[in-house]
């Protein structure tokens, strides 16, 4: 059995988590890592600082390639992890998965967040604006979209918690799922503490430059001041 990871990102250490790598490796389970960021118009000028070469990790320069590797899957062995956004650019991916009746599965961590903490009516205000530009975002491009939309339904969706609904997608379809910090959470939960009383650790050395944030040009602080103060 074979998987394969196509994303609009490179591969950096923490993808290696967040697709349970290892763990499919440790059960002898082939691994790639198909990465179209120097394909895509909304990827492509995108400032990664971490990425991480390995020998499973495939680069491709154009959609021809791509699609001439794609050609090549034995769609009875193989199953797809795709991390991409369903846009106009991206039907024809989508369009071609299908027609090579290629069985595919969609991680979705942040379709059901959940709140761990109370936040205060600036921070609530500045995360409604940003969720509801994207939404909007989102409803002009489902409008272009929709006679397209059959093509972005995967064979299962795996989403955060117990939330049993996701567009189109039949329940039987969607399937729980723990983030993967969850789960290194709980394997380290009865460490000791560090310094005797409860703390916390915040490290989120993507923050400053986030490629979400870059996607929706999005201002943030410089990575210098950030990681200074």
Same mark, same amino acid.
């Given at each position: 059995?074979?998987?394969?990871?196509?994303?609009?990102?490179?591969?950096?250490?923490?993808?290696?988590?967040?697709?349970?790598?290892?763990?499919?490796?440790?059960?002898?389970?082939?691994?790639?890592?198909?990465?179209?960021?120097?394909? &895509?118009?909304?990827?492509?000028?995108?400032?990664?600082?971490?990425?991480?070469?390995?020998?499973?990790?495939?680069?491709?320069?154009?959609?021809?390639?791509?699609?001439?590797?794609?050609?090549?899957?034995?769609?009875?062995?193989?199953?797809?992890?795709?991390?991409?956004?369903?846009?106009?650019?991206?039907?024809?991916?989508?369009?071609?998965?299908?027609?090579?009746?290629?069985?595919?599965?969609? &991680?979705?961590?942040?379709?059901?967040?959940?709140?761990?903490?109370?936040?205060?009516?600036?921070?609530?205000?500045?995360?409604?604006?940003?969720?509801?530009?994207?939404?909007?975002?989102?409803?002009?491009?489902?409008?272009?979209?929709?006679?397209?939309?059959?093509?972005?339904?995967?064979?299962?969706?795996?989403?955060?918690?117990?939330?049993?609904?996701?567009?189109?997608?039949?329940?039987?379809?969607?399937?729980?799922?723990?983030?993967?910090?969850?789960?290194?959470?709980?394997?380290?939960?009865?460490?000791?503490?560090?310094?005797?009383?409860?703390?916390?650790?915040?490290?989120?050395?993507?923050?400053?430059?986030?490629?979400?944030?870059?996607?929706?040009?999005?201002?943030?602080?410089?990575?210098?001041?950030?990681?200074?103060?």
């Amino acid at each position: 059995m074979k998987i394969i990871i196509i994303e609009h990102e490179p591969f950096n250490d923490r993808k290696n988590d967040h697709y349970y790598i290892q763990k499919f490796k440790d059960r002898s389970i082939s691994i790639e890592y198909w990465d179209l960021s120097k394909v &895509l118009n909304y990827s492509k000028n995108i400032n990664y600082n971490n990425e991480k070469p390995e020998n499973y990790v495939l680069k491709f320069d154009n959609l021809n390639q791509f699609y001439g590797s794609l050609n090549e899957i034995d769609n009875l062995s193989t199953i797809l992890i795709v991390e991409l956004f369903f846009k106009l650019q991206t039907v024809e991916i989508f369009k071609k998965i299908k027609d090579l009746k290629i069985k595919w599965v969609r &991680l979705d961590f942040y379709y059901n967040p959940t709140n761990i903490f109370e936040p205060s009516k600036k921070i609530n205000d500045i995360i409604f604006k940003l969720l509801e530009i994207k939404k909007i975002k989102e409803r002009y491009n489902n409008f272009l979209l929709k006679k397209w939309q059959h093509l972005n339904l995967p064979n299962r969706v795996f989403v955060t918690g117990n939330l049993k609904n996701y567009p189109l997608v039949p329940k039987e379809n969607i399937i729980g799922l723990d983030y993967f910090d969850i789960k290194t959470y709980e394997e380290k939960k009865g460490i000791s503490s560090l310094i005797g009383k409860k703390y916390i650790v915040f490290l989120d050395i993507m923050l400053p430059n986030h490629p979400d944030l870059q996607r929706s040009n999005l201002s943030s602080v410089k990575a210098s001041t950030y990681f200074k103060k």
